[in-house]
């Protein structure tokens, strides 16, 4: 105990004694003491202000001793500071705190920024309260603090924003750990831990990700971002870039992969190589049109870009018919010919077939499942038969007036309506489908146009020369014989000319229709051009051929014959048909086509209104023609005709009252050829006008000789034969006024012959040719009176001053009463009207005493002289007596 009390005893005095010696240091040793602190340290006095600082607080706040005593420092505290301080100084006073500590930014007077922590600690309060404060620089400890902030902040960013996700496998490439994100991202339970990796790598990419792993775990470092794609729990798939490092420091053999979703990128990446090969697809299906491909196989490819672009899917095209009635196969290439023959023809109509729907309401219709939606139960059959559920089917368009023109169907193999991103994808292929369709048809058309007559609908000549071609080609084959009808119709020119085009039209459509009512199914009638029509008759038998063809031209002559009516009247025409076969096939259509034409011109010529049949007598004449044609050139140009003149005697007296110029060629071969051996050639040819002007101003000239000869007190007069080529020939009057101006002959004492027929052909020309010449004072007389079936009565449209009776009513005079008879009313009428009556071809007394009983003016006739040469005329002209002496 002693020693207890002893040491307490010590204690208080070494305490007393420290005491002792405190109270002796005075502001200079305590001054000292603080000025060896690394910190500013400073006491300050409530009331009083700071009363002691250290040399460190004047290096911290840039202020001399004298600057902080008294006034402390907050004149050089940070403004945006200052006011918390002070507010967290008075809340301490208030609440009668020990000690604050607070950071704050001071701003030294040289400008310097500089962070500081404070502390302040009451040492006492009584008689006044005391406070030691401490002030510490932590500037740069702020600027460390500062960098570190940033850098982990970009270290986060680059986690946070770069990298989605990180994953760390073990050696076995089983999942060890996974990012929130990654978590997120895959939704996988428990994010996958503990399971292989593979389990999330798409199929396509285990391969190539499982050898870029395990290169990684060789020691390899990664170069480049490897693309893989992982499932998702919900299946979906997301692209990723992913770098993979071993993790060296652990020495687990773990391997930690960072990566980034790139699916955005990916998706954008693979719509843009599917609208590329959508572009290529179009451009390849553009060419195929332009380039004219089968509209099938272009339909087909349109169909497949569909089925390309969509799983599962199958398409068809079906295209609306002629009549908007039914729809017809377009294309199915991914489906077997049973299938498209058996939806080809299905009918435009609502609710049987979704494409009959689509085709009415011209919008798509779609259904779920077709085995089981509301269609006819055998489309329900044949779904189920191919696997087709969901389907629709949307109208294509015209891409310029929106017609529909059929409907592109797309089948599913699954029960499902199309999503919006499928009926997308065909909506972008109907304009293609719609181009190809349209293109076809148009050229359909076209083909139609190039070979049909927009009149009649009729085949035309291009097509009719095709199709006898073919025909030629199958008889060779078969055995068989093939008929060509040449038609013509007789009359057609009095139709068009009096009734106007119209007329003309309404009656060759008419007459059309007809022709086709009485063909044998398989003939072909076409119009050939004008009034002209052409029948092919195939698989006639050898044997029979020309009968079974004749047969058929008297069913077309029937059906031209029955009366048409146009307007309120009823026309009357009739045909000529000309008939060639061919027993073998072995020839050529256009031979065919002529001889046939032959044929028809010699039914003309035999009286129109019947048929001929082309035969060998026929050929030879065609020949000799074709020949003769050549040879008038050579004959125009060396001036082989020559004109003879037969004596035209007056009924009256017996006197010689004229001469008929008949034209004569002498062929330097063939010997002198009469009109008739040339002037069909020389007709067809247009030669007929130079060889008609030729022998007009020889006659004329001879006319004058003649004239001058006989005296002026003598009627003589000139009769010059005009051809119909003449006659519509628009300087035919000028022609004659030249003439008779040329060689100086009166004009009365010329008389100009056309023959009735060429009159009746056309009457508007033939009446305007006969006033234009009658206007220059020549006389003009209707040839071959009788033979055009005129009327009567058309003499008086015809201001004619002579009629010539034709030599087949003269030839018939005395044996047919009839003839007397119409030879008697064409007198009477005649001199009624002022028009002289002549008779052709005399050959007999009693035709003549007949004539002039009848009151017949004059006549021409062996019995009084053939046509001859001028000089061998001249002497019996001038001889000074009668020509005949009369009873
Ligand atoms: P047409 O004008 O009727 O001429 C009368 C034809 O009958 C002439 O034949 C003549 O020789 C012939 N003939 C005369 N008397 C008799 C007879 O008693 N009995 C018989 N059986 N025949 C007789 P041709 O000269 O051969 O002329 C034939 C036709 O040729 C003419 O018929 C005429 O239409 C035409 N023709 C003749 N010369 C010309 C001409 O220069 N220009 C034109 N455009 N046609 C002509
Ligand atoms: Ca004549
Ligand atoms: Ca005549």
Redesign the pocket.
Known sequence: MTDLASNATADDAARAARRAALATLGEAELLAMANSAPVGLYTAVEGVGVILVNERMCEITGLTRGGVLGHGYLGVMHPEDRERILDYRSDARREHLAEITAEYRVVRPDGELRWVRARAVRVRTDPLATFVGSLVDVTEFKQVEAALRESEGRFRAIVEQGFDIVTVLDADLNVAYVSPSAQRLGGYEDAGIGRPATDFIHPDDLEGTLAYYRSILDGTPARAMHPVRIIAADEHVEALEIVARKLEDEGTGELVAVGRIVTDRVEAEVALRASEARLRDQASVLEMIATSNPREDTLAEICRMVEHQIPGARSTVLLVDEWGRTLHHGAAPSFPDSFARAIDGIPVAEGSTICGSAVIRAETVAVRDVVHEGLEPWLRVLAAEHGIHGAWSTPIRSSYDQRVLGTFATYLDSARLPTADEEATVESVLHLAAIAVERTQFEDQLAHQAHHDPLTRLPNRTLFGELLEHSLRRAQRSGSAVAVLFMDLDRFKVVNDSLGHDAGDELLQALAARLEGVLRPGDVVARFGGDEFTVLCEDLEPGVADRQAIGVAERIIDAARAPFRIGNEEQFVSASVGIAISMSGTDRPEALLRDADAAMYRAKERGKDRCEVFDEQMRERARERHETENALHRAVARGEFRVFY?PIISLADGTCVGV????RWQHPERGLL???DF?GAAEETGL?VPI?AW?LEEACRRAVEWRAALGSEQHFRLS????GRQLVHVELADLVAGVLARVGLRPDALCV?I?ETVLMEDIGAGVAAVKALKALGVRVSI??FGTGYSALGYLRQFPVDDVKID?TFVERLGTEPEDAAIVAAVVSLGHALGVTVTG????TEAQLAILRDLGVDAA???LFA??QPPDDLTGRLLRPHRWIELP
């Open positions: 037969q008929e110029a008949l034209a009469s009109p008739i002037l007929v008609g022998v010059v034969n005009l051809s012959e023959t040839d071959d030599r052709e071809g005399v050959e021409q006739g062996y053939p046509a």
